[in-house]
């Protein structure tokens, strides 16, 4: 299994930015799909789920309102855009799969089954 993160950078404050995540070596339909972000120095937090129906959708309260999380089963892809950045978003942010077909808590690092290598956003003030 392998999830390939991409989509971060260096963006000012207010900006945009839409991470993704491709999958493969699962199947990736019966996956719930997770993004968490690793500020420097803090714990590794719960960012935005999307469940394997895909109509389950959960936010973080920091992201909520700023953030859409999307998935496109055909091509095993998990997105989250991001929208009206600020300096404390920065951090690199990991996607990860849980499944097939969990019920697990989805907001739990424990609850997921695969990792990506992360992708850094950079918001800067």
């Known amino acids: 299994v392998q999830l390939q993160a991409s989509g971060g950078g260096l963006v000012q404050a207010g900006g945009s930015l839409r991470l993704s995540c491709a999958a493969s070596g699962l199947a990736f339909s019966s996956y719930a799909m997770g993004w968490f972000r690793q500020a420097p120095g803090k714990e590794r937090e719960f960012v935005a789920a999307?469940?394997?129906?895909?109509?389950?959708?959960y936010y973080a309260d920091s992201v909520k309102g700023r953030s859409t999380i999307s998935r496109d089963n055909a091509k095993n892809t998990v997105y989250l855009q991001m929208n009206s950045l600020k300096p404390e978003d920065t951090a690199v942010y990991y996607c990860?799969?849980?499944?097939?077909?969990?019920?697990?808590?989805?907001?739990?690092?424990?609850?997921?089954?695969?990792w990506g290598q992360g992708t850094e956003v950079t918001v800067s003030s």
């Open positions: 999307i469940g394997w129906i895909g109509g389950s959708i």
């Open positions: 990860a799969a849980d499944g097939p077909y969990s019920t697990s808590q989805y907001d739990r690092m424990g609850s997921y089954d695969y």
